[in-house]
């Protein structure tokens, strides 16, 4: 084996390593910063929280490509199953996870295979991602989150519709729960997000691509 195939195996090591290490501290910081949650009482019920978790998981996106946000995205959340547990048996952190890969990988493909990665590219695949994002939020909550977690806490789905006609008034089942509570509220926490992503890569860009 020559000189030349050594040092390029060891360089791809050393990729690979780094690779694996900003995986890990972008999926730690993402599940620290789910943490920090909030409501916002002027689009949904408090039971649906705002968070910037999404932010570390979709600069490693930007800087590493899909499949290491989806990593990213899994960290996160196995990190806060395990520090806090689980009031659904972990339906709702599986839930989460797959609203944050409908959001990142749209805007990782996007982004990442094109030529000249601009911010153009990060803008349209960040927007594709939101979208993406809402639409899957609307069917999971509908079919899936509200109804667990109405067994889990002993509560009809209609108790969830009635918390949402006190935030807007033309919410009268599930499905104008899902058109005017949780897709404003996914879009808003989408908009919100991209614009702080596109604020803050290019100035950590380089310390994660090693340029």
Wanted: proline share 5%; with cysteine; net charge positive.
């Amino acid at each position: 084996m020559s000189e030349q195939v050594i040092r390029r195996q060891q360089e791809m090591n050393r990729s690979k390593l780094r690779t694996l290490v900003q995986v890990g501290m972008l999926g730690a910081a993402a599940g620290v910063l789910m943490n920090f949650e909030f409501p916002i009482p002027v689009l949904a019920p408090p039971f649906y929280q705002m968070d910037f978790s999404e932010i570390p998981v979709l600069v490693g996106t930007f800087a590493m490509g899909p499949v290491a946000g989806m990593l990213i995205e899994l960290i996160k959340i196995l990190l806060h199953f395990v520090l806090h547990g689980s009031t659904t048996a972990g339906v709702g952190e599986f839930a989460n996870f797959v609203m944050g890969c409908a959001f990142l990988i749209p805007a990782g493909m996007i982004y990442r295979y094109h030529h000249r990665k601009t911010r153009t590219h990060a803008l349209v695949g960040m927007a594709a991602g939101t979208i993406c994002m809402t639409v899957v939020a609307c069917f999971v909550n509908v079919f899936v989150m509200l109804p667990l977690y109405g067994k889990a806490f002993g509560m009809p789905v209609e108790a969830f519709v009635e918390m949402g006609t006190a935030v807007q008034g033309v919410v009268h089942n599930l499905f104008t729960f899902a058109v005017f509570i949780i897709a404003p509220f996914n879009l808003f926490k989408g908009i919100v997000i991209s614009v702080i992503v596109t604020l803050i890569y290019k100035r950590i860009r380089v310390v994660l691509r090693g340029d």
